[in-house]
């Protein structure tokens, strides 16, 4: 089945430091990948996004390249802020368009300090 | 627009009631999926409805149901509750189809005492 594994943390950086967090998957065809962000006592709220291969995911200055040859869609930021503290969850969706449900890995508790 | 909107947000329930959370999706959207986190077990996928109809279904016990009315609001209900059931609910909506977007609501927070 799908599987999501990316690093847990927490992760601790000092503000505008480089942010990388590292996600790999396992799955059958070709799915779509996400990073949503979570902040404490919220819901999730969706980062970006990619849905084919070599797309790249931007938003906010978060950027994630979709690499089928390494099954990768790394997180990165080039200068992180105390606001970006949150939890960020990667996930893949089968091509089912939603029927197979999102896949997540156990999400990265990320702590930036001013 | 608006977004996903759960209700109730907070609520306790003993153990041995039931409880019945409800989703109203994003206007247009026909998916409607749900997924329950917890500390220990992180986001799982329960079931997802299209039109309707349940297209798909996670590992859970039958405890855990759900329903889609014609016009794509949703209830999920969990019968005789137990203290593992204590969790975030969290409802998603999206248009259905591959590749698509899938929004998530703020959650239902559920304590079972």
């Known amino acids: 089945g799908n599987s999501v594994t990316q690093m847990e943390g927490p992760v601790t950086l000092s503000e505008e430091a480089f942010l990388t967090i590292n996600c790999t998957y396992t799955?059958?065809?070709?799915?779509?990948l996400f990073w949503y962000v979570q902040y404490p006592g919220e819901g999730l709220q969706l980062l970006l996004k990619?849905?084919?291969?070599?797309d790249k995911g931007s938003n906010k200055g978060f950027e994630a390249t979709y690499r089928k040859e390494t099954t990768s869609f790394h997180l990165e930021k080039g200068s992180v802020q105390v606001s970006d503290s949150a939890v960020y969850f990667c996930a893949l969706s089968g091509s089912g368009g939603g029927a197979d449900g999102l896949t997540f890995g156990k999400g990265t508790h990320l702590i930036i300090q001013p | 627009k608006a977004g996903v909107t759960q209700t109730p947000r907070y609520l306790i329930k003993t153990r041995g009631q039931q409880v019945t959370l409800s989703c109203s999706p994003i206007?247009?959207?026909?998916?409607v999926s749900w997924y329950q986190q917890t500390p220990g077990q992180g986001l799982q996928f329960l079931f997802e409805y299209f039109s309707e109809t349940q297209r798909n279904k996670g590992n859970f016990p039958g405890r855990f149901s759900g329903r889609q009315f014609s016009n794509s609001r949703s209830e999920m209900n969990v019968s005789t509750l137990e203290l593992g059931d204590s969790a975030l609910y969290l409802c998603a909506s999206s248009l259905g189809q591959g590749g698509n977007t899938i929004y998530f609501g703020e959650g239902s927070w559920l304590t079972v005492v």
């Open positions: 799955a059958t065809g070709y799915p779509s």
């Open positions: 206007s247009g959207h026909r998916s």
């Open positions: 990619a849905t084919k291969a070599d």
